[in-house]
């Protein structure tokens, strides 16, 4: 099976989605920070658990910090509104291509009910990739195209 099949056949579970972590909507985002900090994590999914409202990202909580906003604010207040969610039987390939589109690098996965099961980061595209091509990945020199400004030697 070619690297191509894959991509328009494998769900977006095999792309290592991530855990995500879901905030009411009246939560401060002084407190989302130090759940993010706490969990180690870079996005919270605003929402009831059945239902995603918004999604609080790294992206926006630097624009936040950038304007020095209050951070007692609720964090429905900052955060992406109706964010673009993939299906848990969606392809990775659709996958690639959504976040390419919108410039996204995490996008909520949700089941069929639109109940939030994760979501699906750049990274674990990445480390799909990788899986697939690992002599290929691990085989490149750290800088591929690298010239020597002087000549080496005698």
Not at 50 to 77: C, H, N, S, W, Y
Not at 97 to 118: F, N, Q
């Amino acid at each position: 099976m070619n690297f191509q099949l894959r991509l328009d056949a494998e769900s977006v579970e095999h792309a290592f989605p991530s855990d995500s972590l879901t905030v009411d909507p009246h939560t401060t985002v002084r407190e989302v920070f130090l759940l993010l900090k706490d969990s180690n994590a870079g996005h919270v999914l605003v929402g009831q658990t059945d239902q995603i409202q918004g999604i609080f990202t790294e992206r926006d909580a630097l624009k936040l910090m950038a304007g020095g906003a209050d951070l007692q604010i609720p964090v429905a207040d900052v955060m992406s509104r109706d964010p673009v969610t993939l299906h848990i039987d969606d392809t990775v390939g659709k996958a690639i291509t959504s976040m390419s589109h919108g410039g996204y690098r995490r996008l909520p996965i949700v089941d069929g009910a639109s109940t939030p099961r994760g979501a699906l980061k750049a990274s674990g595209i990445l480390h799909y990739l990788v899986q697939h091509f690992p002599a290929v990945i691990y085989n490149l020199p750290p800088q591929p195209h690298h010239k020597t400004q002087e000549r080496e030697g005698a």
